[in-house]
């Protein structure tokens, strides 16, 4: 019997070998040898000071993302989270919506709002705040935004269930007890959100990461990051070995930085246990 | 209470600004001007005929849906015998195949689009949509294992035993016991694989190109070379799908259960 039922799960395995890991071992082995000793061309893509720019700047990026996202994904649940049965439904709704929609149309909304002759231009103009209308849009800045719009919802999305089972009842205790409200925030209720927090932290930073899509179509392109360089790398410039050294290091460093990010907080945690 | 107010503030805040650039969209797709423009001076449905008039659009919503759906179809056909194997058939080292199955979710989709070109059409010659149709599958098979797991570990196993019991065999105890009990599931991993592989843009560049054509690449062209509300106007179909989908997964699983 078992053995009939582990032919079920046949068709999955030989699916992801010959879909994922034999794709995956087809890019990394050209990457190995290359010309010259054993991991040149890594050595060779993170010596340029021109990569160098560009991962960090996918880094400072995702960065910034995710403190902003967590800044205000963190209250706008807390505020979900306690409004009435029926207008948390709506709110609710609010936030799944961006996430199902394409994120062509999330990042053309940031093109018309921020664009020369964009919205917010169009207004800064027409109150004589500016004379000659800024250029908002192609920058770091522009795919910082148009980031933020797009992983505030995995943010919410991420603590809204546990947010939602707090036991009210502490915090109002800690209030009886004298705690300033701000105390109450951080001492009460961060703690007990804390793996939380931490799940939509690594989601936002990672999936800012890898994004492709914002980057491509918000930034300028004098702004790659390691996602818009790999398409340019493997489609437009048609260098393939190149592309996926970068594809690596990408997958090095986004797994690297969730053990990082993950140690921190836990560092952080233990502090928070002790005092 | 003061910390209320702040919150309040911070809540209303961020809602108007996920909500409005929507709005924005949805407001210039109206407008009478040749370019995007706000406030728009006259109102119009001319945009959304104009989409009609531009066949790669339509025809790349056709292939769009066609592949997302075909994808998402194999993704069950394949996920649900798996999943049903590793929790119910008592084989073991069941996290390695896990692990296997999720393994699409820890690649960027950058990645996969590039890797999936390289190994499939650039080596295996395959033809592109059969490749599209593996890129797609590959974004929707992790949620067919999540959801459908999720499913039949709610479970109660004892009533497919008391069908074995009563004579049953064991394929017609999967499909008259266990099918019907997690059919939501299956509803909702359905849904998730399809508008995922549906809204995927890197996974669809890679894979698409000259006389094979996808709509997030037809719409992407078309905003190479114009700047008018027939963007807006699309992307107001595509909302609408979205509100379609949303409607799908309220029916199946209630949205509220996704927050649980």
Known sequence: MKKRMILLTFPGILALLLFVVFPMVQIIIPTLSGQGSFGSLYLNFLKDTYNQRIILRTLWISLLTTIIVLIIGVPLSLWIARMHHRIKKILILVILFPMLTNQIVLNFAWIILLGKNGIINHVLLSIHLISRPLSLLYNNTSIVI?????????????????????????????T????????????????????????????????????????????????????????QQAMTVQNWTLASVISIVLIIISVGCILIIRSLIKLLDRRVAHA | ???????????????????????????????????????????????????????????????????????????????????????????????????????????????????????????????????????????????????????????????????????????????????????SSIAAAFIFSFINSFNSIPVTL?????????????????????YDPTISAISVILMLITTLIMMLINHFMGLNRLLK
Request: charged residues 10%; glycine residues 8%; proline residues 6%.
């Open chain 2, 206 to 226: 890679f894979l698409s190109g000259p006389g094979f054509n996808m709509l997030p690449t037809s719409i992407l062209n078309y905003m190479q070379e114009n």
């Open chain 2, 1 to 183: 209470m003061h910390s209320h107010k702040v919150l309040n503030v911070i809540g209303t805040v961020a809602i108007l600004f996920l909500v409005f650039p929507l709005i924005f969209i949805i407001i210039t797709s109206f407008g009478t001007g040749s370019t995007i423009e706000f406030p728009i001076k006259g109102f119009t449905f001319n945009w959304y005929l104009h989409i009609l008039d531009q066949p790669d659009m339509i025809s790349g919503l056709e292939t769009s849906l066609l592949v997302s759906f075909i994808a998402s179809a194999f993704g069950l056909l394949i996920g649900i015998p798996a999943v049903y194997a590793m929790f119910r058939g008592g084989i073991h080292h069941t996290a390695w195949f896990q692990m296997l199955f999720l393994s699409p979710t820890f690649l960027p989709e950058v990645v996969i689009g590039f890797s999936l070109y390289q190994g499939l059409i650039i080596t295996l010659h395959w033809p592109m949509m059969i490749s599209l149709i593996v890129g797609y599958f590959l974004l929707g098979f992790p949620f067919v294992i999540r959801l459908v797991g999720a499913g039949l570990n709610m479970m109660d196993p004892h009533m497919e035993e008391a069908a074995w019991i009563s004579g049953c065999s064991r394929l017609k105890g999967f499909f008259k016991i266990v099918l019907p009990n997690i059919k």
């Open chain 1, 176 to 231: 009886v007890l004298g705690a300033h409200p701000s105390t109450t925030f951080f001492k009460i209720i961060l703690p007990q959100i804390s793996t939380d927090i931490l799940t939509g932290v690594i989601w936002v930073f990672s999936w800012t990461m890898t994004s492709y899509t914002t980057p491509q179509l918000l930034g300028g392109n004098d702004d790659l990051v390691m996602s818009t360089l790999i398409y």
């Open chain 1, 146 to 174: 148009g980031s933020v719009y797009l992983f505030i919802p995995i943010m919410v999305v991420s603590l809204l269930g546990s947010l939602s089972h707090l036991n009210i009842e502490v915090e109002e205790a800690a």
